[in-house]
C-alpha cells in the first residue's frame, strides 16, 4: 500500500483559501487514482474530490464544486486540494487516500495517511 502524509491544514477567515499537500511514498503512486475526504466530529468521513493516475479525469463533490480543485504532481509524489472561497462547513480533519482504478467507489479508497486539521472560522 501507498504511505501517505498530508499537510497544509489551518485555522483561515471564511472567503479565504488554503491549499492542502499529500506526499506520497511508493513506487505504486504514478498509477494510482487519488482522492481527498474530510471528516467532522461526530460524522461519517466524506468524499471531497478524486483524481485520475495521468491528472485528466477529475470527480468533485456537489458541495465543493467551482470552489475546490484536485490536482496531482507525479514527479512529486504529490497531490494536492486546492480550497478556495472557504466556508464554516468546511471545518474538518482533511485525508487523502488511494484507489487502484478510475472511477473508483468511496469505498475502493485506503492506505489513508493520519489527516490534517482545516478550520474555517466566520
Known amino acids: 500500500q501507498v504511505q501517505l502524509l498530508e499537510s497544509g491544514g489551518g485555522l483561515v477567515q471564511a472567503g479565504g483559501s488554503v491549499r492542502l499537500s499529500c506526499a506520497a511514498a511508493g513506487r505504486t503512486f504514478s498509477t494510482s487514482v487519488m482522492g481527498w475526504f474530510r471528516q467532522a466530529p461526530g460524522q461519517e468521513r466524506e468524499f471531497v474530490a478524486a483524481?485520475?493516475?495521468?491528472?485528466?479525469?477529475?470527480r468533485y463533490a456537489d458541495s465543493v464544486k467551482a470552489r475546490f480543485t484536485i490536482y496531482r504532481d507525479n514527479a512529486k509524489n504529490t497531490v494536492y486540494l486546492q480550497m478556495d472561497s472557504l466556508k464554516p462547513e468546511d471545518t474538518a480533519v482533511y485525508y487523502c487516500?488511494?484507489?487502484?482504478?478510475?472511477?473508483?467507489?468511496?469505498?475502493?479508497?485506503?492506505?489513508w495517511g493520519q489527516g490534517t486539521q482545516v478550520t474555517v472560522s466566520s
Open positions: 483524481i485520475s493516475w495521468n491528472g485528466i479525469s477529475t
Open positions: 487516500g488511494s484507489a487502484d482504478w478510475w472511477p473508483a467507489r468511496s469505498a475502493d479508497f485506503g492506505s
